[in-house]
């Protein structure tokens, strides 16, 4: 067993890179390439996909777009958890285990579902189309999220430290902010990637509630797949596009990773 | 833990329960207003009671969704959690590769859900896919376009390809949270490999594996682009899973009175077998 354990995540992380590699290699492909010969790596290697992309603004503006809801809506989430989730680690009151287990069930609520009543919700209000309708949106679900990492990583900190704090006469906002916070840095860290994570993945209700203005990638790959016929190539470049905020943020968090998918409670 | 007892607690959570009601109880009230009217258009509404709730219980159509959902997620569950388990075991605990193989696991949860289903859509076609063109080249008749048993062959695939690095990261997290004490008890007491995994290992991860299974059950019950980009539901219907059917029915045919009660039904059903599944998960365990 010991001797040939490697073997089982090696092969793992193989099946994991094939289909990464050939979106990555069919991007530096011809349209011509791809549908005529079938070839293992490109073998007239172009930027022409790429260039497309990084000069035509329906292209680029979609990543602007994407990355705009994305930061804000981690902005929004993770700051009104934050309150939140000090109280249900810190205190008991009436109605919280139920408000909790509410919270949770709207990240089980299907997007589908939600789909058309938001559509309709931010219209009315006026927001539809914009950077701030797709942030509140997702917040459906990141914030339940966000409250529960945040929550188990505070429960972690022992109470004596809150105690300390207020007998040598700081405020309460002073503590939470100048003692505290920094006392769970790793938790905002992996509550914020978790944000991240879900906001940028998440297309069906990021496409309802824009059009134009705050279209998301997602939504430009799904209409130019459609509308221009078969531009694979095209199509691989904006993908490979999209995994590299991914791998950037995750390279961020690599140490906290582990410990932050148990939500901070093993 | 007793923790003191305060109410202007709630204060604290305010912020998220007006953000969260706004976004949750106003389109859910849409919902249900939806479910129990009937319109002819021009915005007239008629009250129409449970009609709907029993004319989509009663449909053939959301038996077979509902089936093809079960057997979905089913499958994916049986395949994911197994194999998320055996992984995280024997990944290395110490050094650099731990970072490396932690990186290189979590790239496909950080890929936007319609990129997945573009790359194994392109992965996966038959005659210039590096898959599709391998198992043809190899003898299997693989096309998943056309034949059922394909698309459910690419579309499991696909999803234990996009989700198992979950299971793997939280089960990981749990067996590194294991004190080295237990491991060397168990050796002085002779225990066998199976013995360590039985006893100590699988006690150990089963708060984040109900984590993960939870996780799990709700997203693939939830699942909607993925598949849609990969088969777009076919061959025929044989890959229309829940949320699909549902979005055809409110916004194709714009029947909004079956799609809302379609949609309570469908949330009703996952509120129900994930707060089963949680209750016998933790019964025995004051939480």
Redesign the interface.
């Known amino acids: ?1 010991k001797r040939t ?5 090696t092969i ?2 193989l ?6 590699y ?2 990555i290699s ?1 991007s530096f492909k011809t349209t011509n390439e ?2 005529g010969n ?1 070839t ?1 790596w490109p073998q007239h290697f172009t930027l022409a996909n790429y260039r497309t992309i990084f000069t035509d603004p329906t292209w680029y503006m979609g990543y602007v777009n994407s990355i705009s809801y994305v930061t804000l809506n981690t902005v ?1 989430s993770v700051t ?2 934050l ?2 989730a ?3 680690s ?5 109605g ?1 285990k139920h ?1 909790f287990f509410w ?1 949770l ?14 559509f ?2 931010y219209s009315a209000i006026g927001l539809f189309d914009t950077y701030l309708a797709v942030a ?2 997702h ?2 679900f990141n ?2 999220l966000a ?1 529960w990492i945040l929550e188990g990583f505070m ?1 972690g900190v022992p109470r004596q430290l809150d105690e300390t704090a207020y007998v040598d006469g700081y405020s309460f906002p002073r503590f939470f902010t100048r003692i505290f916070i920094p006392n769970i840095k790793a938790g905002i860290g992996v509550a914020a990637f978790f944000c991240f ?1 879900f906001s ?5 209700l990021a496409k309802t509630l824009t059009s134009v203005a705050a279209k998301p ?2 939504a430009t ?2 209409k130019t ?1 459609s509308s221009s016929g078969y531009e ?1 190539g095209l ?2 470049a904006a ?1 490979t596009l ?2 590299i ?3 950037i ?3 961020f968090v ?2 906290y ?3 932050g ?3 901070g ?2 | 833990m007793n923790k003191a007892v305060n109410q202007k607690a709630w204060f604290f959570v305010l912020p998220v329960l007006v953000l969260v009601a706004f976004n949750a109880i106003v389109p859910l009230m849409t919902v249900v207003n939806y479910s129990v009217q009937e319109t002819f258009g021009n915005n007239q509404f008629f009250w129409s009671g449970l009609t709907w709730f029993t004319d989509v219980l009663r449909s053939e159509r959301f038996h077979a969704s509902l089936t093809r959902q079960m057997i979905f997620t089913g499958s994916i569950l049986l395949i994911e959690v197994p194999l998320g388990v055996l992984i995280a075991l024997a990944m290395p605990r110490k050094g650099i590769w731990v970072s490396i193989c932690l990186v290189l696991m979590a790239m496909p949860l950080l890929i936007p859900w319609n990129v997945v289903g573009a790359m194994w859509n392109i992965f996966a076609l038959p005659n210039i896919g590096l898959m599709g063109k391998v198992l043809n080249d190899l003898g299997f008749d693989y096309n998943y376009t056309r034949q059922v048993g394909d698309a459910w062959f690419t579309l499991i695939l696909m999803d234990v390809w996009h989700w198992t690095s979950l299971v793997v990261l939280l089960a990981y997290a749990g067996l590194v949270s294991i004190p080295d004490a237990y491991y060397q008890a168990a050796k002085i007491d002779g225990a066998s490999r199976w013995a360590v995994l039985r006893f100590i290992q699988l006690p150990k991860m089963k708060r984040v594996l109900t984590i993960a299974i939870l996780l799990r059950f709700m997203d693939s019950f939830n699942i909607y682009t993925e598949p849609v980009v990969l088969t777009g539901g076919g061959p025929g219907n044989s890959t229309t899973l829940l949320s699909i059917d549902l979005v055809k029915i409110a916004l194709g045919q714009f029947d909004l009175g079956p799609a809302a009660a379609m949609s309570l039904i469908y949330f009703l059903v996952i509120l129900l077998l994930s707060w089963i599944f949680y209750a016998v998960m933790t019964r025995n365990e004051e939480w």
């Open positions: 067993m354990s490697w073997l089982v995540p793992y992380i099946f994991l890179m094939l289909p990464i050939w979106l069919m791809i549908l079938f293992l929004i009104v958890a309150p939140a000090y109280a249900f810190r205190y008991r009151f009436l919280d408000l919270l069930t709207n990240r089980m609520a299907p997007a589908a579902v939600f789909a058309l009543p938001f309709q919700l509140l949106a917040t459906l914030v339940p409250v429960s994570m940028w993945v998440e297309l069906l990638i997602a790959m799904t797949a694979l199509l691989a993908g999209t995994i905020p991914g791998a943020v995750i390279y690599r140490n990773i582990a410990k998918f148990a939500l409670r093993v």
